[in-house]
């Protein structure tokens, strides 16, 4: 390799090193001057033998392009000098890599498109890098790209991929997406629930519809939100410290090209009422503890809440004999107070109830289930003997 350049350098070097470098190929190599100083030709043949040694790559040196984000390209006033970006104009083959690496010390974007027309036209984005962060991306067809910064709207620049200017191909639109999230699954009450839409494939302006509905199915939130340069829509609610707990339903949808698009995800809103069963017994009329409830007689159940708020609560009690029959179900709909509750609930103990162990189940809802109503605590149980 070292003899071959050696061969038909020596008399090129003193005219151009870096024809040399690139055209090579095409040079004749009879272009010997035997007048050139031998040993200074072989220093400098070996100079660019070792340069070549540590660039494989000469070459195809236009396969890589670097770009620098210039320190304070944030504030306005590189722009009158293109130099935002460093160099303006960014120079690669079909096939070759761009990469722009933030000397700033702010976060900016590299969006292809072109910010004094249409803005980002999808071919590629980097999003929001920070100071000493790299963004690279391979140009796979010959044109003209230019591209811009979506923060700092002053800040331009251009590559040339191949031999430039044919305007590329317009990005062949990714499907139309829209797709729902919100930034938590689950809230409590005066919570701020973040809902946010991405809608792909489309560019920027379109009205997303966002409607809420709240366990019973009613309108909670119906609003549009518009999206932004990059796809997303944005809506934010405080859930009152009334609503209702349980799972509320998101839906979203939007109309492109005369298509509807919809998608849904749902939430859960918890109820804070802290309630708990401390205990549920057999008593008699006056709340004292009994072990026996006879036929045809009335018995009572002593439910002991604690809350610790003012919590609208529903309490039943189910009475279930030895074969599972029901011999009743009481129920009490009222709002605890922070504290301790007690409340007796009384059950005829019909003649055919079975004799033997009979088990009660005191439960605590924000409302009747049928009505939208969740737990608000665990079930808990106790006997006591039917005779
Ligand atoms: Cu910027």
Not at 110 to 116: A, C, E, L, M, Q
Request: hydrophobic share 35%; aromatic share 10%.
């Amino acid at each position: 390799m070292l003899t071959v350049i050696f061969g038909y350098k020596i008399g090129v070097v003193s005219k151009s090193y870096r024809s040399a470098l690139f055209k090579s190929m095409d040079i004749p190599s009879i272009m010997l001057e035997r007048s050139f100083v031998i040993a200074t030709s072989f220093i400098i043949v070996m100079i660019i033998a070792s340069i070549m040694a540590l660039t494989p790559s000469a070459f195809a040196y236009h396969m890589t392009d670097y770009v620098t984000i210039a320190s304070g390209s944030s504030t306005p006033g590189c722009e009158t000098t293109n130099s935002c970006y460093s160099p303006y104009k960014a120079i690669v083959d079909v096939g070759g890599e761009v990469i722009w690496t933030n000397t700033d010390s702010a976060a900016h974007t590299v969006t292809s498109g072109d910010i004094k027309g249409d803005g980002p036209d999808g071919i590629f984005d980097s999003s929001l890098f920070g100071p000493g962060k790299t963004f690279s991306y391979t140009f796979n067809d010959a044109g003209t790209y230019k591209y811009f910064c979506m923060v700092h709207p002053w800040m331009e620049g251009i590559v040339v991929v191949g031999e430039g200017t044919p305007i590329p191909p317009s990005p062949s639109p990714g499907p139309v997406s829209i797709d729902v999230s919100t930034d938590k699954s689950s809230y409590n009450l005066r919570d701020t629930v973040t809902v946010e839409v991405l809608l792909s494939g489309v560019r920027s302006g379109y009205n997303i519809a966002i409607s809420v509905t709240d366990p019973f199915g009613n309108d909670f939130v119906s609003r549009n939100a518009t999206t932004s340069s990059i796809g997303i829509a944005e809506l934010q609610f405080r859930i009152p410290e009334s609503a209702q707990s349980g799972t509320y339903q998101v839906i979203v949808t939007a109309a492109v090209d005369g298509r509807s698009y919809q998608d849904t995800t749902q939430f859960t809103v918890k109820s804070q009422f802290n309630v708990s069963i401390i205990s549920v017994q057999a008593t008699d009329q006056q709340g004292n503890p009994v072990s026996i409830f006879s036929r045809d007689t009335n018995g009572f159940v002593k439910v002991i809440l604690s809350s610790e708020s003012n919590s609208p609560s529903l309490v039943t009690v189910n009475l279930f004999d030895s074969e599972l029959t029901s011999l009743g179900i009481g129920s009490f709909k009222t709002t605890l107070s922070p504290g301790r509750s007690e409340m007796i609930l009384s059950f005829f103990i019909p003649n055919d109830a079975v004799v033997g162990s009979a088990d009660i189940y005191a439960n605590a809802f924000s409302d009747w289930p049928s009505n939208g109503g969740t737990p608000l605590t665990k079930e808990s149980s106790s006997s006591v003997e039917i005779t």
